[in-house]
């Protein structure tokens, strides 16, 4: 059963930092890609990241891009996202999800960020 | 890419027939011939669910109540049947840009 388990949300306030971490199970990890996917409060899905398999190839929505780093650790099974100078438009629950080929077939339960002081 | 989807208010009644449009800015059909266009399902409290992908195709496990079609710029989501777990916002999304994925502003059928 494919599972993918998201930790490191919490309080932050402006201008801090957070390390989100995905931890997947359940199948090949190093043959995805994989991507970070935000949901403000009451608010609509924003892919803001992408790896893929081997971390040729990065790629950031232009509301993170310099603020956001994506990375992975295929021998630890998990995908990360480095989160700096932090912002309140920034709170959202963070989800990692697996792309099957450029759809998203598995998503996890989602860390929650909030950014205030 | 911007995609717009219509309506954004869906009501809904059990046994009918509801339909969702989503429009791109550009064209989602790549040169190998797929439209990269995909639906998903976020049921109230959950983690969105792939429903289609490429799109026309079901997703593993997808109701064959669901159903996707079009091509280029317009696409369009239609359930046969709404069932009672069918409510939640549905959200069309583009990966022909792999640099740059975006969602549709959603869809909350109820």
């Known amino acids: 059963e494919v599972q993918l388990v998201e930790s490191g949300g919490g309080l932050v306030k402006p201008g801090g930092s957070l390390r989100l971490s995905c931890e997947a199970s359940g199948f090949n990890f190093n043959r995805y890609s994989m991507n970070w996917v935000r949901q403000a409060p009451g608010k609509g899905l924003e892919w803001i990241s992408s790896i893929t398999f081997g971390s040729s190839y990065i790629y950031y929505a232009d509301s993170v891009r310099g603020r956001f780093s994506i990375s992975r650790d295929n021998a630890k099974n998990s995908v990360y996202l480095q989160m700096n100078s932090l912002r309140p438009e920034d709170t959202a629950v963070y989800y990692c999800?697996?792309?099957?080929?450029?759809?998203?077939?598995?998503w996890g339960q989602g860390t929650l960020v909030t950014v205030s002081s | 890419i911007v995609l717009t989807q219509s309506p954004l208010s869906l009501p809904v009644t059990p046994g009918e027939p509801a339909s969702i449009s989503c429009k791109s800015s550009l064209s989602l059909l790549h040169s190998d011939g797929n439209n990269y266009l995909e639906w998903y399902l976020q049921r109230p409290g959950q983690s969105p669910q792939l429903l289609i992908y490429l799109g026309s195709n079901r997703a593993s496990g997808v109701s064959d109540r669901f159903s996707g079609s079009g091509s280029g710029t317009d696409f369009t989501l239609r359930i046969s049947r709404v069932e009672a777990e069918d409510v939640g916002v549905y959200y069309c999304m583009q990966t022909v840009q792999a640099e740059a994925y975006t969602f549709g502003p959603g869809t909350k059928v109820d």
């Open positions: 999800a697996r792309d099957g080929g450029f759809f998203l077939d598995f």
